[in-house]
């Protein structure tokens, strides 16, 4: 693949370009294993791969600090990793066995990381957008400096609930980055049919909220864009808009007809515009890391991946009186 001019001359170093491939890399191998999985069953009820975007969060976690705060909606597995949540319980979680991040009561849409500050995991479109904000007006009230960063999709982004969070978010300068990850599809519809403009990171414009749109396959793109929104929040002047342009390989979820577009069409980004790949190619071309390096990259990862499913594998489901467990918070 063709190197691209947006990062002809990358300010990285090897070490970090590097991080970028293998977090990146983890992530397709996990989301490969989970389909796997999915297909023998082993995964009930939905699924929804990350597979494409990699280079949205792992970009993003490079442009955050300890203690800073994310939340996602039910397309997470990917952010679950790259914030540093183990695989082997996120596998767990999926496969709804008692080794997962929710003891495998919430499966792949429901599940949260105090230590690693990660939120969810949502299934009802939007509904993180308002927690984020939540979770940053915390923050805000603390002072402690931390930022939320909070995902949600182009189809989100035309809720009614995103825009009365704008007005919020804006009125009291919450330090919380608004990430839409604009993968042009909501479920089976294409943007074009069900948005007014092509562009929507300007749709903070009316309240006052800086945004701007990102190449969402260009980690390092994405890994600035993030750090400018970072310095702005941190330096008190409320939130940012992020619009990552992006694109997923594979359907909605694992139960997607995929009839609302061509295979030629995905094909040509995976082929072109790949986001792993290009840091691939940046390695290779710079001389930091030759061909057997990458392999043996590869190959770590592939294991720690298999360790996951194994891992996933032999824990038990949970016990029935789980079912009353964790329900209400215990107050006091
Ligand atoms: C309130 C609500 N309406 C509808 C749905 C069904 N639904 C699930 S995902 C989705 C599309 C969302 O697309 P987008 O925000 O672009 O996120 P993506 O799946 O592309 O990551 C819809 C309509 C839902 N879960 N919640
Ligand atoms: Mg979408």
């Keep these: 693949m063709a190197a691209r001019k947006t990062t002809a001359k990358p300010n990285v170093s090897p070490e970090e370009l590097t ?17 796997q999985l999915y297909g023998m069953g082993l995964i009930g009820g939905f699924c929804h791969l990350y597979i494409g975007q990699e280079a949205v969060v792992v970009g993003l976690e490079a442009a955050a ?55 969810g995991g949502h299934g009802i479109v ?19 400096g931390r930022v939320t960063f909070t995902y949600f999709g182009d189809g989100a982004a035309n809720q009614g609930q995103v825009y009365e969070t704008f007005n919020m978010a804006a009125l009291w300068q919450l330090p919380v980055i608004f990430v839409i990850e604009n993968n042009q599809y909501a479920m089976g519809t294409a943007m074009k049919r069900s948005t007014s403009t092509p562009d929507i990171y300007h749709r903070g414009n009316a309240f006052g909220i800086p945004g701007e749109m990102v190449d969402g396959m260009d980690v390092l793109a994405v890994r600035d864009a993030g750090l400018k929104a970072v310095a702005h929040c941190r330096a008190g002047k409320g939130p940012y808009i992020l619009e990552v342009k992006t694109y997923r390989y594979r359907g909605h979820s694992m139960s997607d007809p995929a009839k609302y ?21 940046m390695l290779l071309q710079g001389g930091h890391a030759s061909e057997e390096d990458l392999k043996a990259i590869d190959k770590a990862i592939k294991a720690e991946v298999n360790a996951s ?17 964790d329900i209400y918070a215990e107050v006091g």
């Design 19 to 35: 991080k970028y491939y293998r977090d990146m890399l983890l992530i397709r191998r996990f989301e490969e294993k989970a389909g």
């Design 65 to 119: 600090e300890e203690g800073d705060k994310r939340i996602t909606s039910y397309r997470d597995h990917g952010h679950m990793l790259a914030c540093g949540m183990d695989p082997k319980g996120v596998m767990a979680e999926l496969t709804g066995r008692e080794g997962g991040y929710s003891k495998g009561k919430g499966g792949s849409m429901h599940m949260f990381s105090r230590e690693k500050h990660f939120y």
């Design 126 to 144: 939007g509904a993180q957008v308002p927690l984020g904000a939540g979770l940053a007006f915390a923050d805000r009230y603390k002072g402690n």
């Design 261 to 281: 577009r061509t295979r030629e069409e995905v094909s040509k980004m995976r082929e072109e515009r790949d986001p792993i790949d290009h840091v691939r190619d």
């Design 309 to 325: 499913a194994d891992f996933a594998r032999e824990s038990p489901e949970p016990a029935l009186d789980e079912l009353w467990t």
